[in-house]
């Protein structure tokens, strides 16, 4: 950015009002930089998410007991939370004045204002604070950021003066809970719609059936209150455990229709909009244990006792289903007045369709081609229906295929693909990918976390995810709404559990859904953080932003340490001590002269702080050596081919970044040791977990070659017992080679007897080993 100023003088004046003019220029300057500075960005409010405009004026607001709420017209916003932390913090909360008073924080609704829907104008001087908006919406957001800027010194309770004006990026702005997989209470779910709305997150989407319970009482339906709620046992440890084992406890309940009208009001009260789903055409295991009829086999169903796909899903050839789920939609609706209802449309098997005469029938019918379009039948079917109602439908991307229903709302959880794909159709689109904000993720690589679905989602990463496609034009973009996070509870099985999942990274998605993606910087955000730390009371919130990741650099060489904690030092090891004060200070990345665990801890002020961090690095012949694949990976597991050789293994839980996977079909590579080698051993980790649909290889062969070439086969094994990550290493005969070929055939479609049989299996690989 370039300032100038230009002022035009007589020269013979010049020596005189040279001192004075760049005294003038520089005082000018400096106050015209501060002001744009703090209106651009300058945000030493700590408000989160971050304001789009701030200035910060001169003096102090003092809040006592004498300071009233004002509401101009009438028009109220709830200040529960805003009460609550002042009589925390004071002993005093504040009350309402029909009248403006002298010393008072006003709230003003001018709908002629030019303050975009839900945006807010917070104005805060010595004499008073004045909160202005062209709706409700904003008035409330503005009480929340001024909520954020009380301060306390001694017994002074008081606002720094600030100009603030605010408003969001995304009008939907979003977060999903399960209350299938596990229940929580009203008052745990009305804890969490206050943190909610405390950062600006205008929608709760209740996740309330799935296979392994019903959530909602539907009285014309019995049978799903006192047969589908509950489940006869519940999976104890991770589902890719084999054999799978059980607590043999009775689970289950459901919520009244007057609990779910009171968690309704509750939430619109803090400008929340509640969105049920009621999952359909798949994920209907515990409606059909209740009612038979409704499958396409009549039975006997139970309700599911662990976590995945069943196969067994609404018979969409029989017009009981569509009676029934419209009976079930006649309830639902006037529970909730969103203008949608999300009908899942998610993982739905067709192997039960391909069998059923009656889906048959339907298909030859209605002339589709395939079970594709007969789910696109189904949805289509119930989105017209619920358009008679007055609402409209939100389905997970699966609905995309087939073909979209006319008017639905398309939520992309697989990746980005969907949502480009409904954007491109002209469909609106909510942004869910769920390797950037899927809350059930790992939040960290320590071994002492708790169990979790997988994968791995620090805070940063969800931080730093950008909802808004680049493959979309500006005509497209518009379709993306919004962006949300889901909170899946398999492995959430206590609301202590849900809260150090669900946050601070949900406030994290709040920052990305509102602000501005240019004022986003992570370090900035974790200063604010910090201070907000205090607005958690009650949440069993999770530290693990503050702990210490790394990375293989420098072609595998060394290897990097980096945290995000303020004022720490890292203290590591390499002789499997523990790290202590007097360890070795981390300055640059750890070269590793041989194979040996590298050990660290994160100190402040002396004292340790956060979790031990370990990793074993492996240093060999093939570390740090050129990989060439035939084709890359796939999914979740399309990353660099160099992890194969970057001296780190996989994780057990498949979520550290370094596993290569294909699904159904096989893998190939070549290694270049750079020159003709004498080797004795070649090696190779896959991963067998066939609860996860992750299944070795039918034959692993190794190859070498001087040439490149012409090969010549030293290894094959085809037995691969070992569940979790078998290692397969095979001592040779000491021969040359510079080029070694590795191959592993993919079992392709998983067999009958297997979960998931008849979908592809994945065949997961990670480093290689040649020594």
């Not at 002022?7 to 005294?23: D, E, G, T, V, Y």
């Not at 003092?62 to 709420?69: R, V």
């Not at 503005?142 to 600030?162: A, E, N, P, R």
């Not at 986003?520 to 205090?534: C, H, V």
Request: hydrophobic share 35%.
């Amino acid at each position: 950015m370039k300032i100038g100023i230009m002022i035009k003088f007589s020269q013979k004046n010049f020596l005189f009002i040279r001192p004075m003019i760049f005294a003038f220029i520089l005082t000018v300057s400096l106050l015209f930089c501060s002001k744009l500075l703090q209106a651009q960005g300058d945000h030493h409010s700590g408000i989160i998410p971050r304001p789009a405009e701030e200035i910060k004026k001169e003096g102090t607001f003092i809040i006592n007991p004498d300071t009233k709420l004002f509401f101009a017209n009438g028009r109220k916003v709830n200040a529960s939370f805003f009460n609550q932390y002042l009589k925390d913090l004071s002993g005093f909360s504040l009350q309402t004045s029909r009248q403006s008073a002298s010393h008072g924080i006003s709230f003003l609704i001018d709908s002629a204002s030019n303050i975009p829907t839900e945006g807010y104008m917070l104005d805060v001087s010595p004499k008073n604070i004045v909160i202005k908006a062209s709706d409700e919406h904003g008035l409330f957001y503005g009480l929340q950021s001024l909520t954020q800027l009380i301060k306390k010194k001694g017994k002074k309770i008081f606002v720094d003066s600030y100009h603030i004006a605010d408003a969001p990026r995304f009008a939907y702005r979003g977060m999903h809970l399960d209350v299938a997989r596990h229940l929580f209470s009203v008052a745990a779910i009305k804890k969490w719609l206050d943190q909610l709305a405390f950062y600006k997150i205008n929608t709760f989407h209740w996740h309330l059936t799935d296979d392994q319970g019903w959530r909602i009482e539907i009285k014309k339906y019995p049978l799903l209150q006192s047969v589908s709620a509950f489940r006869k046992e519940t999976l104890i440890g991770h589902k890719r455990t084999d054999p799978h084992l059980f607590d043999g406890k009775r689970y289950g309940g459901y919520y009244t229709q007057e609990e779910v009208k009171d968690v309704v009001a509750y939430a619109a009260d803090r400008q929340i909009t509640t969105i049920p789903e009621i999952e359909m055409p798949g994920h209907a295991q515990a409606v059909l244990a209740a009612y038979p009829n409704l499958g396409c086999t009549g039975g006997p169903y139970q309700t599911a006792t662990y976590w995945g796909v069943f196969e067994d899903v609404f018979c969409a050839g029989n017009e009981e289903t569509f009676h029934f789920l419209e009976g079930v939609m006649d309830e639902v609706i006037p529970l909730f007045p969103s203008k949608y209802v999300h009908i899942g449309g998610d993982e739905c098997p067709k192997t039960r369709w391909h069998n059923c005469p009656k889906c048959q029938k339907r298909i030859r019918d209605e002339k589709l081609k395939d079970e594709h379009e007969l789910q696109s039948y189904f949805i289509a079917r119930m989105e017209k229906y619920l358009h008679t109602k007055g609402k409209k439908i939100i389905g997970w991307d699966e609905i995309l295929e087939g073909g979209l229903a006319p008017d639905a709302t398309v939520m992309s959880w697989r990746g980005l693909e969907g949502g480009i794909a409904a954007a491109k159709l002209q469909h609106d689109v909510i942004m869910t990918p769920e390797k950037f904000v899927y809350l059930d993720y790992y939040q960290s690589l320590s071994k002492t976390e708790p169990v979790a679905a997988g994968g791995y989602l620090p805070l940063r990463k969800i931080y730093e995810y950008e909802p808004m496609p680049d493959e979309l034009s500006k005509s497209e973009q518009r379709y993306i709404k919004g962006v949300q996070a889901n909170a899946w509870s398999e492995y959430l099985n206590s609301a202590a559990q849900a809260e150090y999942m669900i946050f601070p990274r949900i406030i994290a998605l709040a920052e990305t859904a509102w602000s501005k993606p240019e004022y986003k910087k992570y370090p900035d955000f974790l200063i604010r953080l910090n201070q907000n730390l205090r607005f958690l009371k009650g949440i069993h919130y999770a530290t693990s932003f503050n702990e210490i990741t790394g990375e293989s650099v420098k072609n595998a060489s060394s290897f990097k340490l980096s945290t995000d904690l303020k004022n720490a030092e890292i203290r590591y090891t390499i002789n499997g001590t523990d790290p202590t004060p007097g360890s070795l200070k981390y300055i640059s990345p750890v070269r590793m002269e041989k194979s040996g665990t590298l050990k660290a801890r994160l100190f402040k002020d002396g004292k340790a702080a956060g979790k031990l961090y370990e990793q074993i690095l492996i240093k060999i012949l093939a570390t740090g050596k050129k990989v060439s694949l035939a084709q890359p990976g796939q999914g979740n597991y399309h990353v660099d081919p160099q992890i194969l050789t970057n001296g780190v293994q996989g994780s057990p839980l498949y979520n550290n970044g370094e596993w290569l996977g294909y699904s159904g079909v096989d893998f190939e590579a070549v290694v270049d040791l750079e020159a003709v080698q004498t080797i004795s051993e070649v090696g190779l980790n896959t991963l067998n977990y066939q609860w996860q649909k992750m299944h070795p290889p039918k034959l692993l062969t190794f190859e070498v070659s001087t040439d490149n070439i012409s090969f010549k086969e030293v290894s094959r094994q085809t037995v691969f017992g070992k569940e979790g990550i078998n290692m397969a290493r095979q001592k040779l005969k000491a021969m040359p080679a510079r080029y070694v070929k590795i191959k592993a055939s993919n079992i392709g479609i998983i067999p009958d007897g297997f979960y998931g049989a008849g979908t592809k299996a994945w065949l997961m690989v990670d480093e290689i080993i040649i020594n």
